[in-house]
């Protein structure tokens, strides 16, 4: 995957970049007037490592289309956005030890320890 280096980072770190690339690459990317290093930087409550991951994800993107961000196309971007979002949830499981399995199973406990839950679930 083109972002695998996220795949080492904290989940803070990895939720504050995806997010502020997704902003970056959806809106201010368009933004003429924006040059892509000036958005990097336009949160001043990033930090420096957190900078230094969007300008590592904005570059392997623009190298990857060969094109400055709000030059891609929208169908490439909503792929990129697809694959941050899937990166952030995979972080998220693995530093929360959460799965779609478990939310199940305790889900199950929870309505079979509720008198009635089985009748409105149903």
Request: aromatic share 4%; net charge negative.
């Amino acid at each position: 995957m083109l972002f695998d280096f996220l795949l080492k980072e904290n989940l803070l770190d990895v939720a504050r970049v995806s997010h502020h690339v997704i902003q970056l690459i959806r809106q201010w990317g368009y933004a003429a007037h924006v040059g892509d290093e000036l958005a990097v930087h336009a949160d001043p409550s990033l930090t420096d490592r957190q900078v230094e991951l969007i300008r590592r994800v904005v570059d392997s993107i623009t190298a990857a289309e060969g094109k400055q961000l709000r030059d891609i196309p929208e169908d490439r971007v909503d792929r990129y956005v697809v694959q941050l979002s899937k990166l952030l949830q995979d972080a998220t499981r693995r530093e929360m030890h959460t799965s779609a399995e478990k939310g199940k199973e305790l889900l199950d406990e929870l309505r079979a320890s509720y008198p009635g839950a089985r009748a409105r679930a149903a």
